[in-house]
């Protein structure tokens, strides 16, 4: 199965990515477009502009990652494609887009599941073996999954409100920061006092592996108010002592309930992926956690941890090795929880569906 060779397409969120990846690891090419500056004005992924500019741009991320990797659709062993969860429209430009190529090349077509090709990235950058415990923090996810197999997962935990990422960016906006919220809070917090302000630890007294952030958020807004109600505005030392303070708590609350998960699911390695794995207080806590109790740490390069191609390929040639195949009947779904078993979380977050 080694010279298998998967296009492997993503449009579930605000990125069209398209990648080239084989049975033996190798990412022949991987190609994001992101759509940032499309969505900059309004806060927030907006769906319908979304959804438009993957179809818009699908065809020509397929072209390059096909042109990048010295290969045509006839080399190739099959399609992966992210089928859910995510923006629907978006999710379904993706299926659309890998059906047609699928139908007329003659080539097996295998839907991913988004979390999934997160969950299994370590799987393609480091050739690790199951069981692993992954957590996912970006705009969109937080969760935490032990990885017992290709489709083997059981989540231990995940936000019931806020995603960090999303927490993150809500915390830049309220002190008029740049956005992506999470760099621009991590830059401040580098000359601030974490101990200056009193922040929650929302849900840290409670047993188990759910987190919140939107508590810390509301905490972060009052002070700021309090500030402002009193000194008539915000002076620098005053950003820059809340945003150590909130990354502070956010890291806290992740390593404590990395350590409960890890206890739990009883895993030999943390692996984390997303945006939020890039702050490095983030990084640097979680490390701690994991060494601690004599578990592996592994993050993978940042930019197999934001959405990509590579991810949904390696995802595809996966479930393709364990027998899979979809039809044209695949469909796009905006909601596809990894652990049917589990219960269903609430809440949409601004960046999709956190299934
Ligand atoms: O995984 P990602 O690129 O996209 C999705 O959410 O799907 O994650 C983006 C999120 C944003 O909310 C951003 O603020 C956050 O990751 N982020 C960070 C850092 N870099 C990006 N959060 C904290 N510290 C960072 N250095
Ligand atoms: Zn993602």
Redesign the pocket.
């Given at each position: 199965m080694d010279d298998l060779i998967f296009l492997g397409i993503e449009s579930?969120?605000?990125?069209t990515a398209a990648a080239v990846v084989t049975g033996d690891r190798r990412i022949l090419s991987s190609v994001v477009s992101s759509q940032t500056d499309l969505h900059a004005d309004f806060g927030g992924v907006v769906p319908e502009i979304a959804a438009r500019a993957h179809a818009e741009r699908l065809d020509l991320a397929v072209e390059q990652a096909l042109s990048g990797a010295g290969l045509s659709v006839h080399d190739l062993s099959g399609i992966a494609v992210t089928a859910g969860p995510g923006l629907i429209g978006g999710v379904m430009a993706g299926v659309m887009c890998a059906k047609g190529i699928a139908a007329g090349a003659g080539l097996p077509l295998v839907g991913v599941n988004h979390l999934a090709g997160?969950a299994l990235t370590p799987r393609l950058t480091d050739g690790i073996d199951f069981p692993y415990l992954m957590l996912l923090?970006?705009?969109?996810?937080c969760q935490f999954l032990r990885v017992d197999g290709a489709e083997d997962f059981t989540r231990l935990g995940g936000t019931i409100d806020d995603?960090?990422?999303?927490?993150?960016?809500k915390l830049?906006k309220l002190l008029a920061l740049p956005?992506?919220?999470?760099?621009?809070?991590?830059?401040e917090a580098a000359d601030g006092d974490p101990d200056r302000f009193a922040l929650p630890r929302p849900l840290l007294d409670r047993p188990g592996c759910d987190l919140s952030f939107s508590g810390l958020k509301t905490a972060a807004l009052r002070l700021r108010d309090q500030l402002i109600a009193e000194q008539g505005g915000l002076r620098q030392g005053d950003r820059r002592d809340l945003c150590a303070g909130f990354?502070a708590a956010?890291a806290e609350i992740l390593a404590e309930k990395s350590r409960r998960a890890l206890s739990a699911s009883a895993a030999p390695l943390l692996a984390v992926?997303?945006?939020?794995?890039?702050?490095?207080?983030?990084r640097t806590a979680l490390e701690r956690v994991a060494r601690n109790v004599g578990a592996g740490f592994l993050a993978p390069p940042q930019a197999l941890?934001?959405?990509n191609g590579a991810m949904i390929a390696w995802a595809g040639i996966e479930r393709f090795q364990l027998g899979h195949r979809d039809g044209m009947d695949l469909v796009a779904r905006p909601r596809w929880p990894l652990d049917s078993r589990a219960a269903p979380m609430l809440g949409g977050g601004k960046?999709?569906a956190k299934a």
């Open positions: 579930s969120c605000d990125d997160h923090v970006s705009g969109g996810h995603a960090p990422g999303e927490a993150f960016d830049a956005q992506p919220g999470g760099p621009s809070v991590e830059s990354q956010v992926a997303g945006g939020v794995a890039a702050n490095r207080a983030i941890c934001t959405d960046r999709g």
